[in-house]
């Protein structure tokens, strides 16, 4: 389906994206945009990410990145014999005859020798998936082989007087080699740290050398500087690993052995120590990896969050890390378990925090940064208008570079359609460019301040309600279609990482339960006690000040109104009433009068009088959506009181009327679902 949006949709929006921008830059400064120009790329972690998902293998991985390689091809193949057909002229340079020698048709003879080397390329790849199968020489390598007859062509065109021809559809095969390459999108890596630590704690035991789970991490650093310094292997030719850590192994395998231009980054999430970035570098080391790589850590709790500095900070000063760093020093932020963590009030702060700590370490070390936003699509996940979230990061962290995650609820809503794809890169260019070079502000000292008291008050709220009610996970449970979303097949990978309370639960499941029943909870819950103790301190000036002139606060409260303004406490009654037992509904009470005070500190805030006052088109949307979602609310309070119910698994029909439901409220709230 990822493949099917860039051959349905992005291979038409990029080109035309990158023809706007070329005339924009030409019309402002004069010049051309460079034809090797990739002003934005794009990468996935479909068939890589197996952060706690089972399914996704070593074997995958290595499919994923055939099939990129294939479906690469075959798209190039088909604008290639397009343009055969069309460059039927004889003038050209010299430099294209003597490529193709004496034809009275030198354009095709050149493009039809690259589309010989194209269907080799893509035989080559559908045969690999079935075996491992050396490529032969026809098979197409480096992009270099891919662009250098396709340039060929067009400047033998503009040297011809033919400059109109080539500014058409070739032009638009270069800029798409640019950007997309011969592997379509660079595949990401990522994997939990815990499996990296637990692969090496039953090497070193198997080797004698101790536990190392076991080890501080100043034992840990020295001996992984160590090993990763030796000449030697560390896993001698007979190891026999376990399940688990031969599947870390075969992963680390698949990666050495793909081309460094089909792969991207190598995210570790849960980090939380140096350790954790060397323990990946030693494993890709023994795994036969003999170029550079980015090694990503991404720091996703609180704590982490925290500490997200100080660790990036010993890591940059250790022997020999800088030599095996070539290039930016990439660090991913994680949005969703923060949030799920802390709360959108404490999260938000602490990863703005982190982002100004990590600013100030990487220029220090004199080391580029490159900030990778873990963002979901909902607004409990870091979702949001593109263009603002840019413009509210804090002054440094945007420096010509953005790297960001398009979740997959997203990618159809933006880039499903080319008239729309080519709106929203262009949004991104935008604000990437104004955040370079016109920074947001570094807020006032008075702000900083009351931003830390919003953020401690709402991380006590969030917490009494989320971990510390004794009845919070058992009305969870009851109140939202948690369970059953874990059975229907949405998304794709396990709603769990483990077994476990609210904790274990991933990031999406928690936030799309509580959207299904209109509460909203993860997107507001601590904001009630923040701005309120802010209004009773008499500071409303100061967040109206702060609201005016700090992007990074506006850009809060204006997502946070948008979300109130879809919660509906009538709605989320009504599943209390129909699915919750009776000594749960006090709590139930208790949350909707929170949503209640937070509605009203909101509107204190901005001085509405409803919320989204200022904003009428999307009080006019968000009213037509409700036409069509309250009736699906009420069909699936009544199918979900069917479904438990039921002694033993619901039928087919039932689980089948019940997916219908959840997709047709999630699409009809959209960003907070």
Known sequence: WGFAVIEHSLWEAVPAFLRGVDEALQAATGQRLPLHAAPLRFASWMGGDRDGNPNVTAAVTREVLLLARWMAADLYLRDVDALAAALSMQQASEELRLRVGVHPEPYRALLKQLRERLRATRAWAEAALEQELPPGPEVLHDNRELQEPLELCYHSLHACGMGVIADGALLDCLRRAATFGLFLVRLDIRQDAVRHTEALEEITAYLGLGHYAAWDEETRIAFLLRELDSRRPLLPAHYRPSPDTAEVLATCRVVAAAPAASLGSYVISMAGAPSDVLAVQLLLKEAGLQRPLRVVPLFETLEDLERAGP???????????????????????????????????????????????????????????????????TVGRGGGPAHAAILSQPPGSVVGRFRTTEQGEMIRFKFGLPAIAEQNLNLYLAAVLEATLSPPPAPKAQWRALMERLAADGLSAYREVVREHPQFV??????????????????????????????????????????????????????????????ERGEQALLAEMREHWPFFRARIDMLEMVLAKADPQIAELYDRRLVAEELRPLGRHLRDLLSQVFSAVLALTGQSQLLEQSPLTRQSIAVRNAYLDPLHLLQVELLARSRRSESRPGELLEQALLVSVAGIAAGLRNTG
């Open 311 to 377: 660790v990036v900070d010993q890591l940059l000063a250790l022997p020999g890390y800088r030599e095996r760093l070539h290039g930016p020093q990439e660090v991913m932020i994680g949005y969703s378990d923060s949030a799920k963590d802390a709360g959108t009030c404490a999260a938000a702060w602490a990863q703005y925090r982190a982002q100004e700590d990590l600013v100030e370490v990487c220029r220090r070390q004199g080391v580029e940064l490159l900030l990778f936003h873990g963002r979901g699509g």
């Open 474 to 535: 058992a009305y969870f449970r009851q109140a939202t279609p948690e369970l059953e979303l874990g059975r229907l097949p949405l998304g794709s990978r396990p709603a769990r990482r483990r077994e476990g309370g609210v904790e274990s639960l991933r990031a999406i499941p928690w936030i799309f339960a509580w959207t299904q029943m209109r509460l909203m909870l993860p997107a507001w819950l601590g904001w009630e006690r923040a701005l309120g103790r802010a209004l």
